[in-house]
């Protein structure tokens, strides 16, 4: 009796699946699965689309990848990809950094709009980003960074780019030379001063991960931000910069009411 009325289950979800139409909120049904129109005016909403384009053409590209996406993602599920422990760990990993993101969005939206003058005492203590904003160009050296602490005290030393090339020569470390630009609004407040007075006499290293970068700036132009842009942006960073202190604040909470367990061996060190 039980293997009947399963069967019969089984039977009218298939039939319910095989009468969805695309109707109503419904905009496509790709293999029994819904795309709605809150899914497509959310692609739309992040897709790039060019000032003047034709609506109805976009939107109609927009739904054909949105289409091609889920049938390769019923074929990744058919082929088994979904139960793999790599897709599972990754899968978490996503879904978490997703909730991580809207719960900092959650704070910017809540959190109380600073005043005038507070926006005024933003400005006035990071020059970089508005009133003395510049973009740099850079002349680079890009290499491994070296763990001789020899040669590392060597290229704290130099004082021009082919000085730096020629001790990354020296030590048989391979470098590629390259321009870049610099926006001056990007660099951290306690780093700009040290920069700021290197700039156009000595090159700078900055780490990447295993990389160095050395840099030297060979022309200034200033782009300053004022008026109704500056106090936009300084809003916007400022609210960015409350939330994740927030966020801080209220992970240190949370972190005090965990039970976390941890395998002999893999616990931090005790302070």
Known sequence: MRSTILIGVGLALALSACNKKAEGQTVA???G????????????????????ADKNAMRSRVLQAMIDRRLLAQQAKTDGVDKTPEFLNRQR??????????????????AQLPSDEEIQKFEASRPQ?????EQWNLEQLRFQMPTDPAVRAKLDQSKTLDDIAAVLTGAGITFVRQKNRLDTAIIPPNLFGQLATAAGTEPFIIPVGNLGVASVVVSREAAPITGEQAKSVAVATMRREQAAKLMQNRLKTIRQSAKIEYKQGFAPPTK
């Open 93 to 110: 990993k996503l879904t978490e950094d997703l909730l991580i993101s809207m719960l900092a969005t959650r704070q910017i939206d809540t």
């Open 129 to 133: 980003m508005f009133a003395n904003r």
């Open 33 to 52: 699965e819904e795309i709605t129109a809150a899914e497509l005016n959310s692609e739309l909403t992040g897709a790039n689309t060019p000032v003047g």
């Open 29 to 31: 049904i790709v293999n």
